[in-house]
C-alpha cells in the first residue's frame, strides 16, 4: 500500500478521486490551496484507492496522509 501525502500545510480544495477508483501514476488526486496558490498532489503509482483519509475544507500540514492507494 502506498500512502499519498501532503506536499505542504493547505487547505484541501478539492478531491478529485473517489474510493475504489483506478488512479495512474503522476495523476492529480488532490489540489490544496495555501497562500491563495492551488497545489496539486499526484498519485506517486499505478493503483486503486482504498481510503480517502481527508475531505474538501479540511486543513492538512505537511505529511499528513490524505489518501492510500494499493
Known amino acids: ?10 487547505s484541501v480544495w478539492k478531491v478529485l478521486v473517489t474510493e475504489g477508483e483506478t488512479v495512474t ?5 488532490v489540489i490544496l ?7 496539486p498532489i499526484a498519485a506517486e503509482k499505478t493503483g486503486v484507492v ?4 481527508i475531505k474538501e ?3 492538512v500540514n505537511d505529511d499528513d496522509v490524505l489518501i492510500d492507494v494499493e
Request: aromatic residues 4%; negative net charge.
Open 1 to 10: 500500500m502506498t500512502n499519498i501525502v501532503a506536499s505542504m500545510a493547505g
Open 25 to 29: 501514476e503522476g495523476q492529480d488526486v
Open 33 to 39: 490551496e495555501s497562500m491563495k496558490m492551488e497545489i
Open 50 to 53: 482504498k481510503k480517502i483519509h
Open 57 to 59: 475544507g479540511d486543513f
